[in-house]
T-cell receptor
């Protein structure tokens, strides 16, 4: 069965420091990976997906099939990055399997 | 664009009551809608997938007679929690996509509290 693991429930980073939110997955096929973000009092929204290879709000994520990881990175954290981040996996259909989320706090 | 509206945002009711939650896509046609449940400090768990005009597909362990899903139009899906009990108290979130393999757009969620 597919599973998404986000090992850190909480992560605090100083403003201007690099950020890395970890995500590992277990799935035997070729998954599609996503990062969703939920800012305070807002709905869950798509941040980026691996097939797009985009950089959104300075964030990037590379799918590493060897390590089955899809870590989210940003070189310089900003205060507005404080939010809840969910890694999610889709396996050939539209269903999403979510990780438990990481609450990122940027310290001014 | 791609706004999903969920109503109500919060409902408190007595045990035994049936509660209906609506999920609307405001500016696009949602061929597929999804219903999730989220317990405190836990992840979103998919409950069911609904396609317009057909029966919903429920995930393993989700009682279809307990959680009735209707997707009668391309812009509206409803989740009815029948004869709700305190253990049904949770945060329910819907999402919608307008084409196959397109990203899901999420509603704000409904916090259901059963007394």
């Amino acid at each position: 069965a597919q599973r998404v693991t986000q090992p850190e429930k909480l992560l605090s980073v100083f403003k201007g420091a690099p950020v890395e939110l970890k995500c590992n997955y277990s799935y035997s096929g070729s998954p599609e990976l996503f990062w969703y973000v939920q800012y305070s009092r807002q709905r869950l929204q798509l941040l980026l997906r691996h097939i797009s290879r985009e950089s959104i709000k300075g964030f990037t994520a590379d799918l590493n099939k060897g390590e089955t990881s899809f870590h989210l990175k940003k070189p310089f954290a900003q205060e507005e990055d404080s939010a809840m981040y969910y890694c999610a996996l889709s396996f050939g259909n539209e269903k999403l399997t979510f990780g438990t989320g990481t609450r990122l706090t940027i310290i001014p | 664009g791609a706004v999903v509206s969920q109503h109500p945002s919060w409902v408190i009711c007595k045990s035994g009551t049936s509660v209906k939650i609506e999920c609307r896509s405001l500016d696009f046609q949602a061929t597929t809608m999804f219903w999730y449940r989220q317990f405190p400090k836990q992840s979103l768990m998919l409950m069911a997938t609904s396609n317009e005009g057909s029966k919903a597909t429920y995930e393993q362990g989700v009682e279809k007679d307990k959680f009735l899903i209707n997707h009668a139009s391309l812009t509206l899906s409803t989740l009815t929690v029948t004869s709700a009990h305190p253990e049904d108290s949770s945060f329910y979130i819907c999402s919608a996509s307008n084409r196959a393999h397109q990203p899901q757009h999420f509603g704000d969620g409904t916090r259901l509290s059963i007394l």
